[in-house]
């Protein structure tokens, strides 16, 4: 505080309230539909107050929905892409600071182009690929007379498998692992780090594969730590992709069955809001949380990225 | 059924719903597997079983005519169902009454909401939407023709 | 890029290392962004065969049709309206967590909460608080009848989706503006207080002209973040409608190519989007080096 002003800081205080409740009241709305019955939760205007039908909603939500193995699969969705995303960060930009090599800078940019392609507005043919996520490499190789090349030295003919990632944890993993900032993140991370530790790493004779994991590695725990929570949120938010990919409801996401419980005539169904809006908070729950327990590393991570 | 005006003649309703289709370029044994799982989806106890389950009509002919024989539309909770059946075989289809089948249909379908939308919302007149809906449609048409050209649709 | 003093020599190994990133930017960014390339100059039949070279059409196509017009109209307007709604708020509270009068950490807590909820969780919640007959909201309709409906009026579903992504992306803006105030030498406020300028005008002529580049940057991220992040909010609250009045870009992009299958509109489209991001990221790069050299 640097001045005493009774009338601005009663002014902050009210501003500061009115922005809680603004950013709270969405949440709180959320909150007591689903804990009223369904003629209650129809009633115009809305009771504001919780009403004590909170465990039947959340049980009927819950199974309706089959949200057990819904929130299981975005569970192995959210964790596969945040570790997948941290190790191929890592070993890239590892590669790509540590060693010293003319293709560096040109792999830097390819990855950092990547930014400006957010999967959002190359839906259609990322789409075509998942069909088969080799086919790409086949044809790189065939154009560039690889699989020429091969046959004639040894007779075979280079053929890879057709790998489809429709309907499968792959299809909902690997196409979101590429990563532009955790790249960046932690290219920064290791220009931080002093010339010395390498330099006395190779007066003992440390491999590069040994500096990385038992050296480097642990030292950026903070910085793993920020990127998982932000990568964690990203992933399990991921709503179009996994809506694309997923056809059979075994592999469907629980943000994806937020289409399913939407109440409205276009099902033909009663206004079921209360269920609709325990599923929300059940959906929204888990990312919640991480924000709410690990904000510290969050924001870390968030303000570091684009430095 | 709904009432027409007076001066007009009455068709049969249009035929919609979700359809199976099979694709070519497929193997020998997945064309006799497809036809045994149609043979399957069209036997009369499946298809008794969802006009029962759900409020669908029964999708054969011989499938409703064995309904009626058994009493299925005087039950309770039934009744008054075959109002549908009735509406949709009320004249001998014609080729505007046989139900849609186009190209690109969703997206001439949802050409037709969005006009539609316009006219219920005020923002055009009824006439204006449907001329608008009919020139957007012919322009899918068009496209659709032109992507499929040199093929025959079977 | 300022690099390494001591390296290591292994080729392979550094080529190896960096593969799978590789694969992966090859196989699900560059292969697709190139095929729609081609794709946006060919008729593309949607359940495969032969597709078929037609030039410049699908562009001409897609800058013909009145509709695609509204559609980038309507996201123009979408991303304008709620990144200044988003920034507008951001910046105010932070403006004033950053007196950090007594519990403003429990402010500074709290607010960034709303950042976690995905896009079609705060499509169903607002459409549930919109809702014409139900929810928060519809009660003015009890006073004013009809004067509120998303579903019939286009004006409306548009407030809809606006205040919706608005109020999600605040929580983000906040915390940069938070860091950018923070980021000023509290001396240099103390300064321009004993000069006699009030915390309007100090917040006028001293803190904002200096997280000028938080500013800048807020302004391209929100812009992008709303033409790609709009398909959640769009497609569980209004569909596009009513009578396509919240038909943004990518919705449309989506309802063209797999709705419709017509693949070679959706690829011209995809691409025109593909270039307005290239071009706000472009311009953020430019940016992102000044801020580094002002910091």
Not at chain 2, 95 to 108: D, M, V, Y
Not at chain 3, 110 to 138: E, H, K, M, N, Q
């Amino acid at each position: 505080m640097i001045e005493r002003t009774p009338l601005l800081n009663f002014t902050t205080h009210a501003i500061l309230i009115v922005g809680l409740v603004m950013l709270l009241l969405p949440l709180w709305i959320v909150f007591v539909a689903s804990t009223h019955d369904f003629r209650t939760v129809n009633t115009v205007p809305m009771p504001l107050w919780p009403g004590s039908h909170m465990v039947e909603n959340y049980v009927a939500a819950w199974t309706q929905s089959g949200f057990g193995p819904k929130m299981l699969n975005s569970l192995v969705m959210a964790i596969g892409v945040t570790t997948g995303k941290i190790a191929i960060a890592a070993l890239s930009a590892y590669s790509i600071v540590y060693f010293r090599y003319r293709l560096r800078m040109v792999f830097f940019w390819l990855v950092f182009i990547t930014l400006m392609l957010p999967l959002e507005v190359r839906i259609v043919p990322t789409y075509a690929v998942a069909a088969n996520a080799f086919r790409p490499l086949q044809v790189l190789l065939d154009v560039f007379g690889m699989s020429w090349l091969l046959e004639s030295v040894t007779g075979l003919r280079l053929v890879l498998p057709e790998w489809s990632l429709l309907n499968s944890y792959s299809g909902l993993i690997l196409p979101l692992i590429a990563t532009a900032t955790g790249t960046f993140l932690y290219r920064q991370f290791f220009l931080t780090v002093p010339d010395e530790l390498l330099e006395a790493a190779k007066m003992d004779g440390t491999g590069p594969l040994r500096f990385l994991f038992d050296i480097l590695l642990p030292l950026s725990k903070t910085n793993m730590a920020a990127l998982a929570t932000i990568m964690f949120v990203y992933s399990w938010n991921q709503y179009l992709w996994p809506l694309l990919i997923v056809t059979d409801p075994a592999y469907g996401t629980a943000v994806m069955q937020l289409q399913r419980i939407v109440p409205g005539p276009l099902f033909g169904e009663p206004p079921r809001w209360h269920i609709a809006m325990a599923g929300t908070l059940i959906v929204m729950l888990p990312p919640l949380l991480v924000v709410v327990f690990m904000q510290r590393w969050f924001v870390r991570g968030l303000i570091n990225q684009d430095k | 059924m709904l009432p027409v005006y007076e001066g007009f003649q009455r068709h049969n309703s249009l035929v919609g719903g979700a359809s199976l289709w099979v694709m070519q370029g497929k193997s020998r044994g997945e064309y006799q597997a497809a036809a045994a799982f149609l043979d399957y989806v069209a036997s009369r106890a499946e298809v008794e079983w969802m006009p029962t389950v759900t409020g669908y009509i029964p999708i054969t002919n011989a499938a409703f005519r064995h309904m009626q024989e058994t009493g299925f539309y005087s039950r309770p909770g039934f009744a008054g169902r075959e109002t549908a059946i009735t509406s949709l075989t009320f004249t001998p289809p014609n080729e505007n009454t046989r139900g849609i089948r186009l190209g690109n249909f969703t997206s001439i379908r949802s050409e037709l909401t969005s006009e539609m939308q316009a006219a219920y919302t005020g923002q055009k007149s009824v006439q204006q939407a449907l001329d608008d809906a009919v020139a957007r449609g012919n322009q899918i048409l068009r496209r659709f023709e032109q992507t499929m050209r040199g093929r025959q649709l079977p | 890029m300022s690099g390494k003093r001591v390296t290591f020599k292994n080729f392979w190994l550094a080529i190896l290392l960096i593969l799978p990133q590789l694969f992966l930017v090859f196989t699900f960014f560059y292969w697709p962004a190139g095929e729609a390339l081609y794709w946006a100059f060919t008729l593309e039949p949607p359940f495969g065969g032969e597709q078929q070279w037609v030039g410049w059409q699908n562009f001409e196509t897609v800058f013909a049709d009145p509709l695609y017009w509204n559609s980038v109209k309507r996201s123009l307007l979408f991303a304008f309206s709620s990144t200044a709604l988003a920034m507008g708020i951001g910046l105010l509270l932070a403006s004033f967590v950053d007196r950090q009068l007594a519990g403003y950490k429990v402010y500074r807590f709290i607010y960034f909460w709303p950042y976690a909820v995905a896009a079609p969780a705060v499509g169903l919640a607002f459409r549930f608080i919109f809702a014409p007959d139900a929810g928060f909201v519809s009660a003015i309709n009890v006073w004013f009848p009809g004067l509120w409906n998303p579903a019939l009026d286009g004006f409306d579903a548009m407030v809809l989706i606006v205040l919706a992504n608005a109020w999600s992306m605040v929580a983000y803006n906040f915390i940069f503006f938070l860091a950018g105030l923070q980021s000023i030498p509290r001396s240099l406020v103390e300064a321009g207080a004993m000069d006699g300028a009030g915390a309007v005008r100090r917040m006028r002529d001293l803190q904002l002209p200096l997280i000028a580049p938080t500013f800048f940057f807020l302004i391209v991220i929100n812009i992008t973040d709303s033409f790609v992040n709009s398909f959640g909010i769009v497609d569980i609250t209004t569909g596009g409608g009513p009578a396509r009045a919240t038909d943004l870009m990518v919705f449309k992009i989506y309802s063209d190519g797999f709705k419709g299958k017509d693949y070679s509109l959706a690829a011209a489209q995809s691409l025109v989007l593909m270039l307005m991001v290239c071009a706000l990221t472009f311009i953020q790069f430019r940016f992102v080096e000044r801020r580094v050299h002002y910091s």
